[in-house]
């Protein structure tokens, strides 16, 4: 990064630090939350509501599901509709907030 052990390295990882931590409480409590949401909404499971709802990798996820007693299908397509909705609503979002 550049930054070397300097007091502003010592700056920037306090800031970093603080800026990381509010990040992942938030995505966790999202998680959560949607989570919550397809078992009572959508009568999910608990094991797939949560594979379903976890922020991160399809690929990782739907390995670790396999091992599990969760719903591989319902898991693998929740993150391709994530996926493809993010890419489809991600530039039209940017496109709207440009114009």
Do not use: K
């Amino acid at each position: 990064m550049g930054l070397g052990f300097s007091a502003e390295f010592f700056g920037t990882l306090v800031q970093l630090a603080g800026v990381a931590l509010i990040v992942n409480a938030a995505q966790m409590l999202v998680w959560a939350l949607a989570a919550y949401i397809l078992v009572r909404a959508f009568r999910f499971d608990p094991d797939t509501a949560t594979f379903a709802a976890a922020p991160g990798g399809m690929g990782t996820l739907l390995s670790i599901t396999g091992e599990t007693d969760a719903d591989l299908v319902s898991v693998a397509f929740t993150h391709l509709f994530r996926l493809s909705a993010t890419i489809v609503v991600v530039p039209l979002l940017v496109a709207t907030m440009l114009a």
